[in-house]
């Protein structure tokens, strides 16, 4: 009986990780069927790179090339999966966004990096996000435009948006398969390419990047 309770035990624990597996077996499945029908309104592909991994998807939105996938985010205690768009945006500005409220603090060690990489906390106020730009002066007078704050609050469920050296990326926790749906995701193209073309109009001699349509 004393060996029986630890054996049942570990059987109990291997299936429900069996079941966890699984589950995200066919989510993954479910996510890259979603992805090769989006794919197809995109002029695009989606892809794995193995039958249990997450997807990605590459294509054309807009004039604009689009990815989007998904990367794991650590701290000092947790792995956050996020979804991430990127889309070409026809400005060389350099600003990184970080969500104030639920945004995991990096470790101290990724901290001194992020500022060696994207540079110094810029002091902007309006919009719910922590800002970072290797040219403050100029992040300060972007960042001022009351329509671009509003654009950019409209965005609070993201946890990092990067605008740089030509494309925008945006990047938020995966809640489930329901937001990687066609229609779900062209919704979230729709807000992002939006942003992108505000970005776009607030700088001088900016490259307008594909139709210009509402």
């Known amino acids: 009986m004393i060996s029986y309770i630890p054996l049942t035990f570990f059987g109990v624990i291997a299936a429900v990780g069996l079941a966890f597996f699984v589950h995200g077996f066919v989510n993954r499945q479910k996510i890259f069927a979603a ?48 979804l991430v768009v990127e889309l070409g945006v026809g400005t060389p500005e350099r600003v990184l966004l970080l969500q104030k409220d639920g945004f995991r603090d990096p470790k101290p060690e990724q901290k001194a990096k992020l500022e060696e990489e994207v540079g110094p906390v810029v002091p902007v106020t309006g919009i719910p996000f922590d800002v970072r730009s290797p040219e403050p002066g100029r992040a ?29 990326i945006a990047s938020k926790q995966f809640e489930g398969v329901a937001e990687t749906l066609p229609d779900a995701m062209m919704s979230t193209l729709t807000r992002i390419l939006s942003l992108a073309r505000r970005f776009e109009d607030l700088h001088p001699g900016a490259e307008k990047i594909g139709a210009q349509t509402a």
């Open 35 to 82: 992805f090769t029908d989006l794919a197809s309104r995109l002029s695009g592909a989606a892809g794995r790179s193995a039958i249990w991994a997450y997807p990605y998807l590459s294509g054309t939105y807009e004039g604009r090339p689009v990815k989007i996938f998904f990367h794991t985010a650590e701290n000092h205690t947790v792995s956050v999966l996020n």
């Open 140 to 168: 300060v007078a972007l960042l001022r435009s009351p329509e671009l704050a509003r654009e950019i609050s409209a965005l609070t469920p993201y946890n990092q948006i990067l605008l740089w050296d030509g494309s925008l």
